[in-house]
């Protein structure tokens, strides 16, 4: 296990792109260094698309589009809200999605294969689902739900985390949600496993928490404990790694006292983990996805209003935004397979 530590700012006043803020609530950014080209990952809910596109062009058209999946037809798959690209063994590079799908039918989790762009694995999940990652070295799925997991007319219980885990480790897990291990956290939408630390993270309604993977004696996952919380007034949105310092950011949507997007660090505290350095960023009320790239330019989504969650652009503290005319952008994510 590699320990984090608490790593130096570069942190500057950057130019920042409108997309909805206000100057009192300015995205800023650490200073980018020399000029490289990263993609960026979307959600797209007005075609229930995942589009990657080059940060170095504004132009969002499809002729700049580098990779593209399109989700199932079916509610279950209605409004993609969550992409992460992960490398496997078996598999090679894979795809995470969530949709949302409806409170009646459910919404969905996926892993999908990102050269023959096929559904290796998928699971009906109730109660919104918002995020999801797969752990490293074990590969178990884990989703994010918001809401009341209702699952048919049988099976109720809060928003949290659904861990689908394999059979054996880095295998595929069972698709049903019943046989999951469900941890409940009101109203979670955001989940990330930290390879630094060994540690999940994830995000919600008053929380942003870290998780220890429990293992048996014979190496094999089989649940989750708490390592530590930091409160917060609202309910979390976003998640994500800040590649360029090794932070954290997340977003607290609302008008709430702790709105706005927040960096924080996780350290190893001698004989025990916390969070640290927690500071906001930035007081824009709706940021529904807030990231980084390893050159510090820093990307987000910043909804207008509680009601329009999507935008028809993504901002770039670097000046500009990457446009697609009738989009509805509410992911984004630095495409890369490294975790952190």
């Not at 007005?46 to 037809?73: C, E, G, I, M, Q």
Request: with cysteine; net charge positive.
């Amino acid at each position: 296990m590699r320990r984090r530590t608490l790593l130096g700012s570069t942190a500057a006043a950057g130019v920042v792109a409108a997309t909805g803020g206000t100057v009192a609530g300015a995205l800023v950014a650490a200073e980018p260094a020399a000029a490289a080209e990263y993609l960026v990952a979307t959600t797209e809910q007005k075609t229930n698309d995942v589009l990657v596109f080059s940060h170095s062009t504004t132009s969002w058209t499809d002729s700049n589009v580098r990779w593209r999946w399109s989700a199932p037809s079916g509610s279950t798959w209605t409004n993609l809200s969550d992409v992460k690209r992960r490398p496997t063994a078996a598999w090679g590079d894979v795809v995470l999605v969530t949709a949302s799908g409806t409170a009646s039918a459910g919404g969905k989790a996926a892993m999908i294969d990102q050269s023959s762009k096929s559904v290796v694995w998928s699971a009906t999940v109730p109660g919104n689902p918002h995020a999801v990652e797969r752990i490293k070295n074990y590969g178990a799925i884990v989703v994010a739900s918001s809401r009341a997991r209702q699952y048919s007319s049988s099976f109720v219980d809060g928003g949290g985390l659904s861990l689908f885990i394999p059979s054996s480790n880095g295998g595929k897990p069972g698709t049903s949600y019943s046989g999951s291990v469900k941890y409940g956290f009101e109203g979670a939408h955001g989940v990330l496993y930290d390879t630094s630390s060994g540690l999940l993270l994830a995000v919600g309604k008053g929380e942003l928490r870290a998780y220890h993977l429990v293992v048996n004696s014979s190496g094999h996952l089989t649940g989750l404990k708490l390592a530590c919380k930091t409160t917060f007034s609202g309910t979390g949105h976003d998640l994500q790694p800040d590649y360029a310092s090794g932070k954290f950011f997340y977003t607290v949507g609302g008008t709430g006292a702790n709105h706005g997007v927040w960096e924080v660090s996780l350290l190893y505290a001698g004989s025990s983990w916390v969070f640290s350095g927690k500071k906001r960023i930035s007081t824009s009320t709706y940021v529904k996805a807030y990231g980084s790239l390893p050159n510090g330019v820093r990307f987000y989504v910043d909804a207008p209003s509680e009601s329009q969650y999507w935008t028809t652009s993504v901002g770039f503290s670097s000046g500009g935004a990457g446009k697609r005319t009738g989009a509805k952008f509410y992911k984004a994510r630095y495409w890369t397979t490294a975790f952190v």
